[in-house]
């Protein structure tokens, strides 16, 4: 039954990452559509990533309520149902009104589910588990680039909706299964709630927040530019972009897969610097003139951004106590989705206004300001 749980809740990781990689490869062609600037992508994502830090930050209050199971459920249907309406749209302002109930639906899952394996599983689960997101993110491109070759782009949108639907109908199935952890169910409730204050006064969470926003900067600019860069820099073609664009989905799932077998031995700090450090090298690549050398610096960057999420959120309780992992792990989560939400729309005004070659640099910096984050997080906490 323990192991079943797990597997539950690894499908559940699914369907938070099928939707993640489907604005980016169908862009291309949906800004032609609707006659809209490259930038405008950047709106969007703002508002799903701004749906998200909303149910980020009350994720402790709403999780310590009605359980991790109850919101998982509901998260799930939440995403369904705005995924099918995303394939319903003809206007761009209804993209943004769909954007809405997915950000919130996307945000309360990915808390409460990642403080429950960060208190009840070990480094090497943690990995998986996001190593299961990105099979969602590898999933979903190869669906719309068909949509795309066959049909209309909407058509992408509707088939990864039914997937979700499945996986809810699935998680609703096994509802029972959760019963096996009685205590720690039990735990989500006896805990008094943080709150913001109380967590930005424990000393190294200021320095975590702002190195996991850099984190989450780099990897939703790579998540959602990728295809563009590619098409508007390499000479990729609109149905080529969108298949390359998966390539770093296909890193980083490879990469979290294999992290799994290696960060209980290392550990999540050395996990995190490794990773962060691979990262810069496929940014190196994508510099690089050829498209050969961007495609693959799109792969090495995917094994890069690998063990830092999962590695960031395990460290949690350890270094500030189990106690206060909700309320952390869930204003972590808001301020990651704060980089989700206003790094990729820079770098769209950016390269507007610029260049598309100017990312490779833009991810650069992120990546720097996460190392000197992630250093004074880890001194705060040895203080």
């Known amino acids: 039954m323990y192991l079943l749980l797990l597997a539950v809740i690894y499908l559940a990781f699914i369907s938070l990452g099928l939707p993640d990689s489907l604005l980016g490869s169908a862009w291309p062609v949906i800004r032609t559509e609707f006659d809209v600037p490259l930038s405008y992508m950047g709106f ?12 980020g930050l009350m994720s402790e209050r709403v999780t310590k309520k009605f359980g ?27 993209m943004c009104l769909w954007g809405i109930p997915y950000g919130l639906g996307a945000g309360a899952i990915d808390a409460a589910l990642n403080n429950y394996v960060a208190l009840h599983y070990n ?25 795309l070759t066959h049909t209309v782009w909407t058509n992408g949108y509707r088939m990864v909706s039914y997937l979700q639907f499945g996986i809810a109908a ?36 200021p320095y975590l927040l702002i190195g996991f926003l850099s984190y989450c900067a780099a990897e939703a600019t790579t998540m959602l530019w990728a295809s563009s860069y590619l098409e508007g820099t390499r000479g990729a073609s609109k149905q080529e972009a969108a298949a390359f664009g998966s390539l770093f989905f296909i890193g980083i799932t490879a990469g979290r897969f294999l992290s799994g077998f290696i960060s209980d031995r ?27 050398t961007s495609v693959t610096g799109f792969v090495i960057i995917g094994l890069g951004c690998a063990p830092v999420y999962p590695c960031i959120i395990h460290s949690t309780p350890k270094n500030f106590g189990a106690e206060n992992s909700q309320g952390i792990i869930g204003i972590q989560m808001a301020s990651a989705y704060v980089g989700s939400t206003f790094m990729p729309p820079v770098f769209g005004l950016i390269a507007n ?27 705060a906490c040895r203080a």
């Open 44 to 55: 969007i994502s703002m508002i799903i990533s701004g749906g998200t830090i909303i149910s």
């Open 68 to 94: 991790t199971r109850t919101v998982t459920i509901v998260s799930v249907f939440l995403t369904a149902i705005a995924l099918y309406g995303f394939s319903t749209t003809t206007e761009f302002y209804q």
């Open 123 to 147: 480094s090497r689960h943690m990995s998986w588990l996001h190593c299961f997101w990105g099979v969602g993110t590898i999933i979903s491109p190869y669906i719309m680039s068909y949509a």
């Open 170 to 205: 699935v998680l609703v199935f096994t509802i029972p299964l959760w019963k096996v952890n009685r205590s720690a169910a039990a735990g989500e409730n006896n805990t008094a709630v943080l709150g913001i204050k109380g967590a930005l006064k424990i000393k190294g969470v």
């Open 266 to 292: 290392l550990g999540d700090n050395k996990m995190i610097r490794l990773g962060t450090v691979i990262a810069m090298t496929g940014v190196a690549c994508t510099a690089l003139p050829w498209k050969i």
């Open 353 to 379: 206004h610029i260049s598309l070659k100017l990312m490779p640099v833009y991810l650069a910096f992120f990546l720097i300001l996460l190392l000197v984050m992630i250093s004074r997080t880890e001194k």
